[in-house]
């Protein structure tokens, strides 16, 4: 059973958090926030999404903040540094903002830019991080196989980790894969998994060697272990842009996983001017702990209030599509 509507809206708060650089088209990023017995969660689908898809993360507010959660095994989770699609020259002050992390996801594909972009910003992100740092690249699914093919060998040279949804679809995925295997890249499927209505095709197929996965778009802690579970693949646990409510739930979820073998991308915190709650990564990991909004950070950074009618709208209409 859900709880009623009242109980969501009786604590609910729109927040609107500015950001150092521009992510995914994200300049603010803004998000709901209420409070259930068990503690706080976020309801923040990105808003070009539709209800239909949105409802699934309002299914994991709900689940967050009204039932227990798995228990943890483990109390702090490595975290990677987040590198938006900006100029290689600001890499080091960027960087600077994760001291501590020993891996760090670069945005590549971007709308607008090149690969010689590409190519200077995760050769900026290996000078900075040395020969034993992580260096992950993802293209949020933007190149067909070719162009994905081309960029990963114009990549190589950096020893990269893993290459994240390089393109859209399963099946090139799965092409893609064999056509990489040579240089000793996996590949990591995030949409591929969290926007698919069947979230175990790309493990079928055999079209990536690891999962990104995410609380918030998959239904919450418990559905997203039931699918690593049944993909049989390692995991990354990411977060979806992502206040310090929102990676509370995203820590939980690593912290629960059988096994952990990458860091995750928890650290998003470091990428927002201000934030609601103080979640940022120390020495590279953050803590697996139920976070709690400050009072004066809520008021800060509250929505304006034709924001907040347009998200108290949002979340009246999902609500009625799951307790329907």
């Not at 629960?256 to 998003?268: H, I, K, V």
Request: aromatic content about 6%; charged content about 25%.
């Amino acid at each position: 059973m859900i709880p009623p509507l009242a109980d969501l809206l009786d604590s609910a708060r729109v927040v609107a958090l500015p950001m150092h650089s521009r992510f995914r088209g994200v300049d603010v990023r803004e998000a709901l926030l209420f409070e259930g017995p068990e503690g706080w969660a976020e309801f923040s689908p990105f808003v070009e999404y539709d209800d239909a898809e949105a409802s699934t993360w309002l299914a994991a507010a709900i689940d967050f903040a009204w039932r227990p959660q798995p228990e943890p095994l483990r109390t702090r989770i490595g975290v990677n540094a987040t590198v938006p699609a900006i100029e290689a020259a600001r890499v080091p002050d960027l960087l600077a903002r994760f001291a501590g992390c020993r891996t760090a996801k670069v945005k590549v594909a971007e709308p607008g830019q090149t690969l010689a972009d590409d190519v200077a910003r995760v050769r900026a992100v290996r000078e900075v991080m040395g020969p034993e740092g992580r260096v992950r690249i993802d293209a949020n699914g933007a190149w067909n196989v070719d162009e994905a093919e081309h960029a990963v060998h114009a990549m190589s040279e950096y020893d990269l980790e893993y290459v994240e949804q390089p393109c859209a679809t399963v099946p090139e995925l799965a092409d893609l894969r064999k056509r990489v295997k040579y240089m000793g890249i996996p590949v990591a499927a995030d949409e591929s998994v969290r926007k698919s209505a069947d979230p175990l095709a790309v493990a079928r197929a055999g079209a990536a060697d690891l999962l990104v996965i995410k609380a918030q778009p998959l239904g919450g802690v418990t559905h997203a272990l039931q699918i690593v579970t049944a993909a049989g693949l390692p995991v990354v646990v990411s977060s979806a842009l992502d206040t310090a409510i929102g990676l509370s739930q995203g820590a939980a979820l690593a912290a629960a996983l059988p096994n952990l073998d990458y860091d995750c991308g928890l650290g998003t915190s470091s990428l927002f001017l201000d934030d609601v709650a103080d979640f940022r990564q120390v020495d590279g990991s953050v803590p697996v702990e139920r976070v709690t909004p400050d009072a004066a950070a809520l008021t800060r950074l509250a929505a304006a209030d034709e924001r907040r009618e347009w998200w108290i709208a949002r979340l009246a209409r999902c609500y009625d599509s799951i307790s329907s």
